[in-house]
């Protein structure tokens, strides 16, 4: 039997969760800011490839401590993966925080879920209503209020 539920929380969310949720979500959100520094320190190709290693050290050290193997004989379709999940997405987003405001980087990064789902339909294991493109469409907006999204002033730069 799982944790309970919150007085009145919606959905059977349970604190533990919502914690949870709030921790990724600063983490997530710092990510932005932190390339918007770094990116023109290191580099965006080396800020990269840091934030690619430590991605990899992490899942080695969650896999360790589930007891569980790196899939070797996968290493094909993980990388493949990787490349197109985590190492590229990271030098594309490095690269914008030398000119876009990190708002804008994470209202970039949040339309995953919409590219997710229409990936997810393509492929036929899911199916699109107007329901989910209607959440898809509240996260955009909801980002893009959080983030405070203003006018970013045309150069030669950022155009």
Request: charged share 10%; aromatic share 8%.
């Amino acid at each position: 039997m799982g944790p309970r539920p919150t007085v009145g929380a919606p959905c059977g969310l349970h604190l533990k969760h919502l914690a949870q949720l709030v921790a990724l979500s600063a983490l997530w959100g710092a990510s932005f800011i932190m390339n918007r520094i770094a990116s023109p320190q290191l580099g965006p190709e080396v800020l990269a490839l840091f934030r690619t290693l430590i991605a990899t050290a992490t899942l080695a050290l969650l896999l360790r401590v589930n007891g569980m193997r790196w899939p070797r004989g996968h290493w094909r379709e993980l990388a493949g993966l990787g490349l197109l999940s985590v190492a590229i997405p990271f030098v594309l987003f490095a690269w914008a925080a030398l000119t876009l405001p990190a708002g804008y980087s994470a209202l970039f990064n949040s339309t995953a879920a919409l590219f997710g789902l229409l990936a997810a339909v393509w492929l036929g294991e899911d199916r699109l209503t107007p329901r989910k493109l209607a959440g898809c469409a509240v996260g955009l907006v909801g980002v893009g209020l959080t983030v405070g999204l203003g006018p970013v002033a045309p150069s030669v730069r950022v155009v």
